[in-house]
């Protein structure tokens, strides 16, 4: 027999054969689970829809608590953004030329220490 046959009588999962009314019963039943579902869905899109709202109206008063701050905080001098950009501390040449005698004279005074051995 063909699958399209009218005579082919609706098989239940472990292969055995259904009545009219059984068959009917568990349409029924799938039926009803469907609806049941379809109910949870509803209102789990509902409570999705209401979190989304809030979450949005939320949104909005940080933004506008940001713009408040923003407005607020006096603006700084451009001398202070550029040392903060810079991340290598700005060395006078004054020091610079003292550590570099610094070290001439401790090399010296090791290499003497060396040279007396």
Request: charged letters at 40%; aromatic letters at 0%.
């Given at each position: 027999m063909s699958a399209d046959s009218p005579f082919e009588k609706p098989l239940e999962d472990d292969g055995i054969t259904l009545?009219?009314?059984?068959?009917?019963?568990?349409?029924?039943?799938?039926?009803?689970?469907?609806?049941?579902?379809?109910l949870?869905?509803?209102?789990?899109v509902e409570?999705?829809?209401?979190?989304?709202?809030s979450l949005c109206e939320e949104n909005k008063s940080l933004k506008y608590k940001i713009e408040q701050?923003?407005?607020?905080?006096?603006?700084?001098?451009?001398?202070?953004?550029?040392?903060?950009?810079?991340?290598?501390?700005?060395?006078?040449p004054g020091w610079s030329f003292f550590l570099l005698i610094f070290n001439l004279g401790a090399i010296g005074v090791l290499l003497i220490l060396l040279l007396q051995r």
């Open positions: 009545g009219p009314e059984d068959a009917l019963r568990r349409e029924i039943e799938k039926s009803k689970s469907l609806k049941v579902e379809k949870q869905l509803r209102d789990e409570k999705l829809r209401t979190q989304t709202a701050l923003e407005k607020q905080t006096p603006t700084l001098p451009l001398d202070i953004h550029s040392q903060k950009k810079s991340s290598r501390p700005v060395i006078s």
